[in-house]
């Protein structure tokens, strides 16, 4: 099991450097943008180089890497998971291109075109030398980060790794998205993003960061499992859902809240259908879309979430789809039936990908 | 844990068409390298580049792939992994198996379509047929639908590392039991993008590039692919076997963007940390398939970072000098040939070499030789200073 030790998130939410979920802050003009810190942490003429993606994901991951410094944690390995990091960047080195003819050009876009621009920033900030990767593979980025991260500390079970999902909305990739029906034509605020049934989403963005290793004590919650799946078909999804619980909860054991990465567009309700229908009736389900909106790496936001979430009735009512959330201390454990202290995560990315993370927020 | 094995290889660049074409111009020595009229840039013609001399048409007939949206790097990718499924001999039940990963790696993927590209983000059309050909996935979306992989799917990208990078998450997707088998590799074709880049840099040499040689002016483009079937040793029996993925070390330079420090910590952490990872010794490594890419800035640190690391550094050489610089496909087409050194118990020559570089003093390979070897160091190094060495040995 891998366990998150620490976490940040900058994101469309008051969510850093504390969160404060209550109240829903709202989109403008179909984009939910990150609230973005003063990143007083971060080297001033650093900041001024670096792209947004950069920023945020400095931003969530330094304060974490201090915190574990300051408690002599050395961090052995930074892994990254992101849809578009230097997507723009790309974008704005084509427009030279373009706009020059291919002559004399300045090679600062080229340079941060990469999408390892962010995991190679935060090593070179911070002077880490040790393991650093970035996944790159769409929606399913951040997952495939998280299990590198896992295999890396079976590989070596005292190590910690700084572990990250983050995507930026830039104005040109945007468009690509846009033109291939991905985001909502019409306008649209995010507290009605389940209301229209029309197709697309709400683009959003946000950087999400955890410290992770193999040590339980002191840990806020411990990952049980990820799997992954590639499908344009809805049965196929819940198939594997069935799957995936069957191998990772013991018999008799259930899960306390199902986040739903449910995001407002009709063509992909069916997938989030399908996989309600073979949960328990009576398990209550949340959503997050309409805090984070859509990105490759919203599925981080949504680990998050369920990291720091204290479990019962804590949680924001706007999240809530169905179902309720019993009262702190309001629990009755009924012979036989352990307590379910899980929190079942399903997302999926444009209908193709999909991914199911089950986390256990208290192991005691 | 198993042993991961090369079970299959497809490979295609500027030099073959397939691992033994490959092989062929490697022993022959031959470069590559040309100066193309082809490409639809302004520097086609005036700087030298290892384009694959097979058309984008032709390689859409071949693999009978006529739908819109297609760009030469899918197709590049595409025939390599044909290739490799088929060397390996996987059959369709074990594509589609659970067990099954496939792990790929692209820098330019969808970016080789400038005008498509321009024309799409200024949303001047209704969409070209591109739109999901631009992301960073988008090749490993390509291969996976086109094999129909439920196993683990995944796309690294840590710049000219990346498909070393690729490789390495597939074995370790094997150790750990993950999957069974992988198929792992990297792609990149020449564009517009890259060209202008790198031009950028100033570090396109005007000539053909000379690795480790005092006077290199600079790398030149390339493009290609290699994949490989990865199995664990209990499923490989009866197979042809070609090499042992043996270790692989991953490090960071945290120095600069686009430039190695001056002692090369990020390249003599990655090979430390590979032969830990092997659990070799340094006098075991035998030959070295540098990243070479013939900078002034890599020659130089690679060299310092192997005298750093073994005193006295093994043979090696760059078949960069072959075949260019080819991004997110060279740490592939690289390991390929470090299988290629093992199965044929064999070393390249490294071309353009006439003087060491004063500082260091490292003579690469300069002839094809037949010599026993039992384990070979891949190095690939990439922008943001990801760095990582594979280890191959012999089966």
Sequence with gaps: ?364 | MSKVLVTGMGMISSIGATPEENRGALIRGECGITRSSTLPTRYAGVLPFGEVKVSTDHLKARLNMHGPGITRTALLALYATNEAVSDARLNASQLASFDTALVSASTVGGMCLMDELYQDIHRQSHGSPFLAAYNAASIGTCLQSAYGIKGIVNTINTACSSSANAILYGAKLIRHGLARRAIVGGVDSLSKFTINGFNSLHILSPETCRPFDAGRKGLNLGEGAAFLVLEKEEDAEGKKIYAELAGYGNANDAYHPSSLSGEGDGPYLAMKEALSNAELRIDQIDFINAHGTGTENNDEVESRAMLRLFGSPPLFASTKSNIGHTLGASGAIEAAYSVLNLTHQEVYAGLHFTRPIPQTMLRPVTEHKKIPLRHVMSNSFGFGGNCTSLIFSKA
């Design chain 1, 1 to 364: 099991m891998l366990y998150i030790h620490l976490t940040a998130c900058i994101s469309p939410q008051s969510s850093f450097p504390e969160a404060s979920l209550d109240h829903l802050q709202r989109s403008a003009d179909n984009k939910l943008r990150v609230i973005e810190p003063l990143y007083e942490g971060l080297p001033q003429q650093a900041l001024r180089r670096m792209a947004k993606v950069v920023r945020i994901g400095a931003g969530a991951a330094l304060p974490l890497i201090r915190q574990a410094g300051a408690s002599c944690l050395p961090i052995d390995g930074i892994i990254i998971g992101t849809g578009n990091a230097g997507m723009e960047q790309s974008i704005q080195f084509v427009q030279q291109i373009v706009d020059h003819a291919e002559g004399i050009l300045s090679p600062g876009d080229f340079v941060q075109s990469t999408p390892n621009i962010v995991g190679s920033q935060i090593s070179a900030l911070t002077k880490n030398k040790k393991y650093n990767i970035t996944h790159v593979h769409g929606g399913l980025a951040f997952e495939n980060a998280l299990l590198d991260a896992a295999m890396q500390v079976m590989e070596h079970p005292t190590h910690t790794y700084l572990l990250g999902g983050v995507d930026e909305i830039g104005t040109y990739n945007y468009n690509i998205d846009f033109l291939e029906g991905w985001y909502k034509k019409e306008a649209l605020s995010n507290h009605q993003l389940y209301e229209r049934g029309t197709p697309g989403s709400l683009v959003g963005e946000g950087a999400a960061m955890f410290l992770v290793n193999q040590q339980e004590q002191g840990a806020l919650a411990g990952i049980r499992g990820v799997a992954t799946l590639h499908a344009d078909d809805p049965a196929p999804v819940a198939e594997r859902l069935g799957w995936f619980l069957d191998n990772h909860l013991a018999e008799g054991e259930q899960i306390e809240l199902f986040l739903s990465g449910e995001n407002g567009d009709s063509r992909l309700s069916p997938f989030y259908e399908a996989c309600e229908e073979i949960l328990a009736a009576e398990l209550p389900i949340a959503r997050f879309k309409h805090m984070s909106g859509e990105y490759p790496t919203a599925s981080a936001f949504a680990l998050w979430l369920a990291s720091i979430w204290p479990g019962g009735a804590d949680l924001p009512g706007h999240m809530l789809k169905r179902g309720a959330l019993p009262l702190p201390g309001g629990e009755t454990s009924e012979p036989g039936i352990k307590m379910g202290r899980n929190v079942l995560i399903y997302n999926t990315y444009k209908g193709m990908q999909h991914s199911f993370m089950l986390l256990s927020r208290s192991f005691h």
